[in-house]
């Protein structure tokens, strides 16, 4: 396992993190339990969860495991996120000062701790004052609540504004950014990958094998059924498969993935782990499992290295497909030059 800063702090994170959206909900307690502990003793030390992970038993599950665990527990830096609704109130969602105040509180209570290491917005608000939800975050800080903040599906012009706003202030300021980002979706780094690298945000990226595209399971013109996330509902969001399957792009992408895992003798999500955590800002890639087997193989991609050639092989077939100006042609050189700090 690989060990990074979180960001421009001084906390040291594993290079992956313990997405833990399915504990509650798809991973009973004691399933949750038993990923919590492999990703412990394979190396792990960085677990990130939400309050509305089966609406806080994901926290819940975590705070217990930690409590009877004291030994693994000091060694772990923990995640939470607020912003969306917790109840049917009009201030029970949003990132204003009352909100985020109980959504803290609850969290702490929830995971069974007097902090949390790094407290992340999980998506923008547009009603509230940018001001008021950073100065909240630096009270926190100050109140010793949490060690850190950062955010979640953020644009890249509402991050850079909240980290200059922060740094005029003289507040604390943000050290992270949780996107999605994958080979089949890379359009972050037009805007978003240039901006977390100009404020020193690390990336913790989220869905880092596209909904389980880039694992193989899928087959073209097949849809999936039986016990996967699309096979129990074909029309999931951003992972839909009949979407997914109609551009050529998505099967380039998956068969040069298969063509590196086969000529390294590993699996296909290895190589799609292993490619998204040398992406320029990437801290530490969140790994998500409904069991420990899933966990380990995901895990296996800590100790893989492509090659250059292979690198680069998977960054040509995943590109981007844009042709507006300026994301097209013309800002081919530019965004190469951002991602690479080159002129």
């Known amino acids: 396992m690989q060990y990074r800063t979180l960001g421009t702090s001084g906390t040291v994170v594993s290079a992956q993190c313990l997405g833990t959206m399915t504990f ?31 609406a806080g038993a994901s926290e819940e599950i ?19 996120k607020g912003r969306f609704p917790m109840g049917e109130g009009p201030n029970d969602a949003g990132l204003s000062r009352r909100h985020l105040r109980d959504a803290l509180d609850a969290s702490l209570r929830r995971l069974g701790v007097d902090h949390i290491d790094l407290y992340q ?20 800080v100050r109140a010793g609540k949490i060690s850190y903040y950062g955010f979640s599906n953020y644009l890249g012009w509402q991050l850079t504004k909240a980290v200059h706003v922060a740094r005029a202030q003289g507040w604390a300021a943000p050290v992270t950014l949780q996107p999605q980002y994958n080979l089949l979706v890379r359009d972050i780094e037009h805007e978003v990958v ?8 690390g990336l913790l990226p ?11 399971k899928y087959q073209r013109d097949v849809p999936p059924q039986g016990a996967t996330r ?4 074909p029309a999931r969001g951003m992972e839909a498969w009949e979407a997914r399957n109609a551009q050529d792009r998505t099967w380039r992408v998956v068969d040069k993935v298969r063509e ?18 040398s992406r320029p ?63």
Not at 31 to 52: N, Q
Not at 194 to 201: F, H, K, N, V, Y
Not at 260 to 276: D, H, I, K, N
């Open 24 to 54: 509650g909900s798809e991973a009973d307690e004691a399933t949750s339990g038993d990923i919590l502990t492999a990703f412990v003793e394979h190396g792990g030390t960085f677990v990130d969860t939400a309050d509305v992970y089966s």
């Open 62 to 80: 975590i705070g217990r495991w930690l409590a009877a665990h004291p030994t693994e527990a000091a060694r772990l830096v923990v995640a939470t």
């Open 121 to 140: 917005l999980h998506a923008w608000d547009a009603l509230t004052p940018l001001e008021e939800t950073l100065r909240f975050l630096d009270d926190a």
């Open 194 to 201: 240039p901006a977390s690298l100009d404020a020193g945000l």
């Open 206 to 216: 989220w869905s880092p094998l596209g909904g389980g595209w880039l694992t193989g």
């Open 230 to 233: 699309l096979g129990e509902n």
């Open 260 to 277: 590196v895992a086969e000529a390294r003798g590993v699996t296909m999500s290895q190589v799609a782990l292993a490619w998204l955590g």
């Open 281 to 343: 800002a990437v801290t530490s890639v969140i790994l998500g499992a409904r069991t420990v087997d899933q966990l380990v193989d995901n895990m296996g991609a800590a100790d893989l290295e492509l090659t250059a050639d292979e690198l680069d092989r998977l960054t040509e077939v995943s590109a981007p497909v844009v042709d507006d100006y300026p994301y097209g042609v013309a800002g081919v050189a530019q965004r190469h030059r951002a991602l690479t700090g080159g002129r």
